[in-house]
């Protein structure tokens, strides 16, 4: 199965940090892992993504598990604009398509 | 960040017609494109890869006479749905891949919210 598993859904108090985890027990060496986010109605949005270091940006920090089966987006203060489903993906190379699994649905109280 | 556009943005159609869906990549050049179909609460579904000046590639059990792919040029690809049917309402996504990184990252249009009457 080229799928990744996500829990369904999380909660997260506005200004606090929310880790996000995903499994992908079956990723081989030269997959990337890619995380979009995606509001109702509208298509996905990129967020990050790593082969096997950590990675940061703007939007947010991505922490990969050292045998890479597992991931954990950290958004490190979560806002009301960052509520949405959050895909966790991976692709290998030289194939540059993106199996999506059920997301996470993330809800940020105010 | 790159930009895909999408149009029509939302359609309705009556069964039985055809409906033509553009993706565009407005600021750079797209050698492939995806497109996914979305049901409502359900996850993204791949449902073809197209490549420019080639045939498109579907994914299985995606009929390809019904769901008519074409990748002209570097920056546009068309999505014709023939003789539509209300299962065949659905929101439709593409994204189109930068050819210019190192990185394979994908740029998704808006979305085309497809109903059938």
């Known amino acids: 199965d080229a799928k990744t598993t996500q829990p369904n859904s999380m909660e997260s108090n506005e200004e606090e940090p929310v880790h996000l985890p995903c499994n992908h027990s079956?990723?081989?060496?030269?997959?990337?892992i890619h995380w979009y986010r995606q509001l109702p109605s509208q298509g996905p949005e990129y967020v990050i993504h790593g082969l096997t270091s950590n990675v940061n940006n703007r939007m947010a920090s991505l922490a990969i598990a050292e045998d890479r089966k597992s991931s954990t987006l950290i958004l490190h203060r979560a806002t009301l604009r960052d509520a949405a489903v959050y895909y966790c993906?991976?692709?290998?190379?030289?194939?540059?398509?993106?199996?999506f699994g059920k997301g996470t649905k993330l809800s940020v109280i105010p | 960040g790159a930009v895909v556009s999408q149009h029509p943005s939302r359609v309705i159609c009556k069964s039985g017609t055809s409906v033509k869906i553009e993706c565009r990549s407005l600021d750079f050049q797209a050698t492939t494109m995806f497109w996914y179909r979305q049901f409502p609460k359900q996850s993204l579904m791949l449902m073809a890869t197209s490549n420019e000046g080639s045939k498109a590639t579907y994914e299985q059990g995606v009929e390809k006479d019904k769901f008519l792919i074409n990748h002209a040029s570097l920056t546009l690809s068309t999505l014709t749905v023939t003789s539509a049917h209300p299962e065949d309402s659905s929101f439709y996504i593409c994204?189109?891949?930068?050819?210019?990184?190192?990185?394979?990252?994908?740029?998704f249009g808006p979305g085309t919210r497809l109903t059938v009457l």
């Open positions: 993906t991976k692709s290998g190379a030289g194939s540059y398509q993106l199996t």
């Open positions: 994204s189109a891949r930068d050819i210019r990184g190192d990185y394979n990252e994908q740029f």
């Open positions: 079956t990723i081989s060496g030269t997959d990337y």
